[in-house]
């Protein structure tokens, strides 16, 4: 600028002067080459220009723009406005206008941004004209433009950081951010912080302490470490933080705090961010607990099998070196049934431990089969005396069952549940007790409703008790305090686990008191309901159904002495072995009348077999082929062939040692229903058995055979003498029966033969005469409906199995005479 001003003052005195004023174009206007300079008179007209301007201009040379104003030049006529009236105002005012910004839009389309300055030419004070000099400032511009541009975008940026870090500071609900001064007050904290204090908003904080919010003990703890943190200067990271929250909720806060620190190395506060661990916390203690758990079942498992091994091992050693004793003979004969009697026994303890095994697997899978029932407390307790009064003897311990007057004989509930829970109790005591008592008591527990009571039970032994530390354990599957490999104590270490498990299914409470080396009680408090009836109405047999329990579901014989009492209410059946060798009869009847309901007879030859058959009912026959006399096949033959034969529909097996093709179409051709492969085994047996019920083998009886002595014997309570006075009874009847049918024929009254055919179907159906009885049954339908057609269709049919049923009645009359 002092340059200009120096060339102004020397424009002032030499413009106007043609001498001059080409001097001064010359040498100073036009070597300035970044300089672009006019004068123009006072109508705009330009009198003279720079080399520079004369090319901006698209002129050529400087003196090719006298005479030309600016809308004879390459700007456009917007821009061409604007000169003039720049032009005008300087001139008017007589004053300068400096750094004026004025792009020129060239024709071209370019733009080129000058910055002007306009000086008024003034002599004898008065304005003549203007002189302007420019300078192109357009790369500048470019560039501060862009400079503008990126710094606005910067601040946008800046500010939208500045919002999104104080929204992400203040919303972070994870995470407690605050920030404190060197006196440990806060200067801010966001939201989450606010509120875990109890305060509305973070600015409620600001210049309060940790005291004012948190108790003596925790803030003691937060300022010592914010004090730590600020005399090192160095962060603390992941401080775990026990806080009562504003709410009252324990929690724990994993905190860290970092130190500020100025440009001048000065700590002059902290900045902490804290979350809230208390889940994860809580899931870490709940992994070690499960950890912890999971190792105890390991152990526990693993001792129960090492138990169970043991506990198997020595029975199955005990089956092996008897029956091999016995096998190889290296005992007495009178020895046998002993060691046959501890086989038994062996045997019977492999089954309870496995009874139990598989108990414990049913009880977590689903509810044991118990139907709340009316019984019989005094009964149940006697089945529970008959079963220990034997093993208490035998270990010489007095053994008493008692209860208190109050006691009801007849409740209502779960009679079986409760005498395994006693049983369970009654087996440990005896178990773990050497000498001494074990009584088991029953009280009334506390005062009872009319229509419910709660007893106590209680067992109480003088055994070796159990320490203190171990009464929640032994209710515990698998626990054991003697492990049964140690040669002590067998057992498997289920029982209280199941007793713990049927009680609380009774809503039932059990409890263990013990001393060691003085005893144990075990005390079970169970609620019943009372029956409305005082009295054995449809009470539940208890002895009977605690037999069938043993029977025919896998539940534990808790102890050797459970007797499973005479199947007397089931059906034997009786079954015929006929077979010659010795031996292979010996051992088939063994196997068949091990099987359970097996009635077994034996015949040693086809004619012994026809006898027999002849004489009692059999519903199975085995039957072996090679027989010496009359073979197996003949005697089914004659069996099959002779109506007269009780047992000619019986189903029957045949026993070969050459199942050939040909032996099997021949034992099939006679009518036998199966082959066997000899030797019959148990197995067999028991498939066969399996297979068909035998119930179901009595129904192959063809319904239309003229005599059928199983359905006979079926329909009379199987007694055979009744079967055989029905068949003299219904035979003196015939002859009167088969007048009347053909009479009432003859006179065609169908009211009257409707009313003999029903009452001959009656008396029928005493019988086994299973054709008559479906003729008769026709007749009478036809009778019925007066269907006159039909019964003549009938009558010849009627009439020929009247004869055959007849005859039949004679010839067998003959082996069995009326007896008067
Ligand atoms: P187990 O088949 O081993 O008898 P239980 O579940 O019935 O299994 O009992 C668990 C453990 O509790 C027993 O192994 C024994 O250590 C202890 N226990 C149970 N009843 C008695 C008792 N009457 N006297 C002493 N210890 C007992």
Redesign the pocket.
Known sequence: MIFLKKLFSKLKFKIGKNSQSKYLQESIINDLPNYYIFWKDLNSVYLGCNKAFATLANVGSPENIVGKNDYDLPWTKEYSDKFRSDDKEVMESGKPKLNIEEPHKLKNGEIVVLLTSKIPLINNNKVFGVFGICCNVTDQKVEETAVRETNIKLEHAYQEAQQLQSSIINYLPNYFIFWKDINGKYLGCNTAFARLAGQNSPSDLIGKCDYDYWSKEESDAYVADDKEVMRIGKPKLDIEEPQTTAQGEKIILSTSKVPLIDEKGKVYGLVGICSNITHQKEAEQNLLKTNKKLEEAYKAKSEFIR?VSHDIRTPLSGIMQSSRFIYERGIEEEEIPEYAYHIWQAAIKLMSLFN?VIEVTKTEAYEFEDQTSKFDLYKLLDNLRKTYTIVAKHKGIELKLEYSNEVPRYLLGKPLRLHRILM??L???F???QKGSIILYIEDAQNSTDDQIILRFT?T?T????PKE?HTV??E?F????Y?YQGL???????????KSYIEKMQGEIY?E?EIDK??K?TCLIPFKRPILNNDKDILDIEYEIEQQILHKDIPLFTTSTKISDTKEQKTKNILLVEDDELARKMGSRILSNIPLYQVDSATSGEQALEMTNQKLYQLIYMDVGLPGIDGIETVKQIRTNPLNINHKTYIVALTAHADEEIIQQCLDVGMQEVLQKPLTPEKAYKLNNALPLEKKEEIVNDNNLLDWPLWFSRVGNDKETAYMTFHIFATDLESYQKNITASIKEKDLTKLQAITHKMKGALGYCGLPRLENIIKKVESSAKEQDFDKILEEYSELLETLEKTKQIYQEWSKMYPKTE
């Not at 055994?463 to 159990?466: K, L, Q």
């Not at 104590?489 to 007793?499: E, I, R």
Request: charged share 10%; hydrophobic share 35%.
């Open positions: 138990n139990q369970n109790l087996g440990n005591a178990k773990f007790t067992v032994d055994g070796i008790g159990i171990k032994i209710f599957p626990e054991r305090l003697q049964s104590y067998p057992g498997s270490g289920l029982g209280l686990s199941l007793v263990v013990s005893g144990s075990f």
